[in-house]
C-alpha cells in the first residue's frame, strides 16, 4: 500500500502548542518558511483559553489555526500534567483538522535547520521511515527514554521490542492513524481516544512510542521503511529540539538567530 506515486500526496505540517510556547512557536514558523518545501498547509491547534496566536505569525507563513477546549476531567493516576497527556492526544486527532494523507509533526521548541521536503522522510519505495532502537540503548539517553517501556506495553496491550521515539520527524499516515486509534479504542472498550485513557491505569503515555510500536508490530512493510539500530545515520540535524519547559537561554536563542540566519 505504499505511495506509489508520491508526488501525489498531500503532505502538511501539524503542531499542537499554547500560549507558553508561542515564543518557540515564532522560531519553528520562521524555520518553515525558509527551509520547508512541499509541504501543503501549516496546521496548528492552540489551547482554547483565551490566547491567540499573535497576528504577525500569519505573516511569516500561511497558517491554519484551531483553538481547542483542555478536557477537566484528568486520568486519576495520571502523573503527566492533563494539557500534557492532552496535546499527544491531540497529535493523534490530527485528521479532524485536515483532510491530508499524512502531516510531519513538529512541536513548539523544534525547528528545521537546514532544507527539508516531504520525500526526505521516506525510502525510494514512498514509505514513510520510522527508526527504532534497542530498549538497552534508550535507556542511555536523557532524559532515560527506557522509562517509556512499560508505559507503551500498558497502553498497547502487548510488550513493545523497540523504543520508537529516538529520531524527531515523526510523519503520522491517514490510514495507519485510523487503524491505531481504533486499536486503542478497542482493546481499552473506549468510546473515543480520550475515554481510553480512563480505561486503564494510566500514569505516563508517549504517542510516538505507542503509534511507533503499533507501527512495529501490524503494519507490512507497505506505508512504513522501519529501521532498527541504525539511528545515527540518520541524524543530520534537520530538526532541533530543545524543552520549551526549561526556557530558552541566550545561547539557544542565539544559535537558533544563527540557523536562521546562514545562507
Known amino acids: 500500500m505504499y505511495y506509489k506515486n508520491s508526488s501525489m500526496t498531500t503532505v502538511d505540517i501539524f503542531i499542537k502548542t499554547y500560549h507558553n510556547d508561542f ?39 500561511p497558517i491554519q489555526v484551531y483553538y481547542v477546549d483542555v478536557p477537566k476531567k484528568n486520568p486519576p493516576k495520571l502523573k503527566q500534567p492533563i494539557g500534557y497527556l492532552w496535546q499527544q492526544v491531540l497529535k493523534l486527532l490530527w485528521m479532524e483538522y485536515t ?91 473506549a468510546e473515543n481516544l480520550w475515554h481510553v485513557f480512563f480505561k486503564y491505569p494510566i500514569e505516563l503515555f508517549s504517542e510516538y512510542n505507542a503509534y511507533g510500536s503499533f507501527v512495529n508490530r501490524f503494519d507490512n512493510d507497505d506505508i512504513y521503511y522501519k529501521v532498527v539500530n541504525s539511528h545515527e545515520r540518520f541524524i543530520n540535524h534537520t530538526i532541533i529540539k530543545s524543552w520549551s519547559y526549561g526556557g530558552l537561554d541566550a545561547a539557544d536563542k542565539q544559535r537558533r538567530d544563527d540557523i536562521l540566519s546562514s545562507d
Open 99 to 189: 483532510d491530508a494523507d499524512a502531516v510531519l509533526v513538529l512541536d513548539s521548541d523544534e525547528m528545521l535547520s537546514c532544507p527539508l521536503t516531504p520525500a526526505d522522510l521516506r525510502d525510494e519505495k514512498g514509505r514513510w521511515r520510522w527508526i527504532y532502537r534497542s530498549w538497552e540503548q534508550a535507556g542511555s539517553g536523557f532524559p532515560n527514554a527506557k522509562m517509556w517501556h512499560k508505559p507503551t506495553a500498558d497502553a498497547l496491550l502487548f510488550d513493545p521490542p523497540y523504543e520508537a521515539m529516538c529520531v524527531a520527524g515523526f510523519v503520522l499516515e491517514r490510514h495507519t492513524t485510523h487503524r491505531f486509534t481504533e486499536y486503542l479504542k478497542r482493546m481499552h472498550d
Open 23 to 61: 515564543y518557540w512557536l515564532e522560531f519553528c514558523l520562521r524555520s518553515i518558511h525558509k527551509y520547508a518545501t512541499g509541504f501543503r498547509n501549516i496546521v496548528i491547534v492552540s489551547d482554547n483559553d483565551g490566547h491567540v496566536l499573535p497576528p504577525h505569525f500569519a505573516d511569516i507563513v
